[in-house]
């Protein structure tokens, strides 16, 4: 901070040695995924998880967080306190039920006036917006376009990949497209998850545009706060069984059919957990209905276990009671259930695709394997299966993995100096224009504000400088 130095406070009297400032309030935009919804029906999953953890990890740190989604029962509640700080907002977008993602696009122009109705009446001011995934991004823009508001935006999905193999690509695919282009070229950031997710953005969106790589986070502590021996007590497990553990919604892209067709020609005895469950009206439902054909097909209906929907809270140990976790999907932008079966210690076997490459280190803390071929998956399972020694060293390795690279509140931290670096200098420009700054320091700081090689450190000393002028409590001399 070269600039800086020549720059000293000199108090006026008083101690000022706390950090005075107040925390910012930020708003996390989740259209389709209600962070307080119950994970594993239909419509909620990785992205679910990903706001809400967010959103209590910034309230942690000692920001407001609003997370804004859509209401989709009359009955719901239009705010839930998650925890001091962090609160659910549920706004009226389109009729109050489940409408899958694939239709709401005519109902988010509704959103953004609920948006900017619930911020009049209340008078919350937000800092910057973060939106999730393509529906959000666009009421993302509109914000940003009539309030001027930082934007961030996570993918969670991208549509060029979602329906680059398909030969009839539905209506929206087009406007999906049109949306995620515009997205990566006008916010002020994007965060990928994953390499793998930059790429597909550079090589299928745009050139344009900023991306950061932060990986999703867990809380590493729930996920390991069980162990095997306990975990299959709680379960009716009985202690020398081999389980096979699948995560997630019942959809063609997870790829089950592979998973079962692979079990069925395993030389020795398992037994096949399937955790997830489904709504009798929705198309997880048919989904779930075919694979348990399947499963009757192959003979496999007196090793399956169709769990059903598991709470978050019971999670943990069914995550610890398997000897391998499988993540067959066909697209995985992250792979967030992969990193929570490391983190309980359960080596995982998952396709090689998208950022299970990344989240997952083939040979270290499990398998990769191709994607859709049953036969490579049946060798990679029985190869873990007959090896406890193996199956331990991953499982040592994928634990200190998880722990040193995908905590909550690690990812929290990386999030975190993002906002500040956006929404530093709307803060300054603000205090630049009611405050006497004189001509030589303002262009000291507007020189320190375009510097692209600011230090995470050197920001808050920045926003520390700058805060305590505002509030009159220090004076700028030169030296």
Same mark, same amino acid.
């Given at each position: 901070m070269n600039n800086l130095v020549h720059l000293s406070l000199v108090g006026s009297g008083e101690n000022h040695t706390s950090e005075t400032h107040s925390q910012p309030?930020?708003?996390? %935009?989740?259209?389709?995924?209600? $962070?307080?919804?119950? &994970?594993? /029906?239909?419509g909620a999953g990785g992205q679910n998880i990903y706001v809400r953890e967010l959103g209590l990890a910034l309230a942690k740190k000692g920001c407001q967080?609003?997370?804004?989604?859509?209401? =989709?029962?009359?009955?719901?509640?239009?705010?839930? =306190?998650l925890a001091p700080g962090c609160r659910t907002i549920r706004l009226n977008a389109g009729p109050a039920k489940? &409408? +899958?993602r694939t239709e709401l696009f005519e109902h988010v122009p509704k959103f953004v006036e609920s948006w900017l109705d619930f911020q009049q009446r209340t008078g919350r001011n937000y800092a910057l917006i973060h939106t999730n995934y393509w529906l959000s991004g666009?009421?993302?823009?509109?914000? /940003?376009?009539?309030?001027?508001?930082?934007?961030?935006?996570?993918?969670?999905? %991208?549509?060029?990949? /979602?329906?680059?193999? =398909?030969?009839? +690509? $539905?209506? &929206?695919? =087009? %406007?999906?497209?049109?949306?995620? /282009?515009?997205?990566?070229?006008?916010?002020?950031?994007? %965060?990928?998850?994953?390499?793998?997710?930059?790429?597909?953005?550079?090589q299928l969106i745009s050139q344009k545009g900023r991306i950061k790589v932060i990986p999703c986070g867990i809380n590493t502590e729930h996920f390991s706060s069980v162990s095997q021996k306990i975990a299959r007590q709680k379960l009716g497990i009985s202690p020398n069984a081999q389980i096979i553990l699948y995560v997630g919604r019942f959809d063609p892209r997870k790829g089950i059919e592979t998973l079962v067709k692979a079990c069925a020609a395993l030389p020795n005895s398992f037994q096949l957990y399937l955790v997830g469950g489904s709504r009798e009206d929705g198309a997880d439902f048919q989904e779930q209905q075919r694979i348990q054909a399947l499963v009757k097909k192959l003979s496999l209906e007196a090793v399956t276990v169709f769990t059903g929907r598991i709470s978050q809270a019971q999670l943990p140990a069914y995550y610890a009671a398997a000897n391998v976790c499988v993540v067959p999907s066909y697209y995985e932008p992250f792979g967030l259930v992969a990193i929570e079966a490391m983190a309980a210690g359960t080596p995982v076997i998952a396709s090689?695709?998208?950022?299970?490459?990344?989240?997952?280190?083939?040979?270290?803390?499990?398998?990769?394997? $191709? $994607?859709g071929n049953h036969h490579d998956l049946t060798r990679a399972m029985n190869n873990l299966l007959e090896n406890p020694s193996l199956r331990?060293?991953?499982?040592?390795?994928a634990h200190h993995w998880v722990q040193s690279r995908f905590s909550t509140q690690g990812v929290a931290n990386q999030v975190y100096e993002l906002y500040q670096s956006l929404t530093l200098s709307t803060f300054v420009q603000e205090v630049i224009q009611t405050h006497n700054v004189t001509p030589n320091l303002e262009k000291q700081i507007q020189t320190l504000l375009k510097s692209k090689a600011l230090k995470p450190n050197e920001i808050k000393a920045l926003e520390k400088l700058v805060d305590s002028f505002s509030k009159g409590t220090v004076q700028w001399v030169k030296n």
């Open positions: 309030t930020y708003a996390l %935009i989740s259209v389709h995924g209600d $962070p307080t919804a119950e &994970i594993g /029906k239909e967080v609003d997370m804004f989604t859509r209401r =989709e029962h009359p009955n719901q509640a239009e705010i839930v =306190e489940f &409408i +899958p666009w009421v993302g823009l509109q914000l /940003k376009t009539q309030l001027g508001l930082p934007q961030v935006h996570t993918y969670h999905s %991208i549509g060029a990949v /979602k329906y680059h193999d =398909e030969q009839n +690509p $539905p209506k &929206i695919a =087009e %406007i999906r497209h049109c949306v995620e /282009k515009a997205i990566l070229e006008q916010t002020d950031c994007v %965060i990928s998850t994953s390499p793998q997710e930059v790429d597909d953005l550079r090689n695709v998208g950022g299970l490459q990344h989240t997952v280190v083939h040979g270290k803390t499990g398998l990769l394997v $191709p $994607p331990q060293f991953y499982s040592n390795a």
